[in-house]
């Protein structure tokens, strides 16, 4: 997949996994620093943050820092099915 459905599918798997600690499935803490992201997905951290503005910009996610809120997760959902 793209950019931008590799971190629509990482930020999805976080959501996942805090729905499984009975958390909010909406409210994530990026575990690292966009740096570690990146290589995780083989991403540059200027991708990375590309990415992340231009979700902001159609209303997917909120940051704050590392905290990121999904402001629309059928939306995140339809990026990652969409470019894969």
């Keep these: 997949g793209n950019a931008e459905s590799r971190?629509?599918?990482f930020l999805l798997s976080l959501?996942?996994?805090q729905?499984?600690?009975?958390?909010p499935a909406e409210e994530l803490c990026l575990p690292m620093k966009r740096a570690d992201i990146g290589n995780y997905l083989g991403l540059t951290v200027e991708t990375i943050s590309r990415v992340l503005h231009k979700f902001q910009l159609d209303g997917?996610?909120?940051v704050q820092n590392r905290n990121i809120t999904i402001t629309d997760l059928p939306a995140l959902r339809q990026v990652n099915a969409l470019q894969t």
């Design 7 to 9: 971190l629509a599918m």
């Design 19 to 23: 729905q499984r600690r009975q958390l």
């Design 15 to 17: 959501s996942a996994r």
């Design 60 to 62: 997917l996610i909120a």
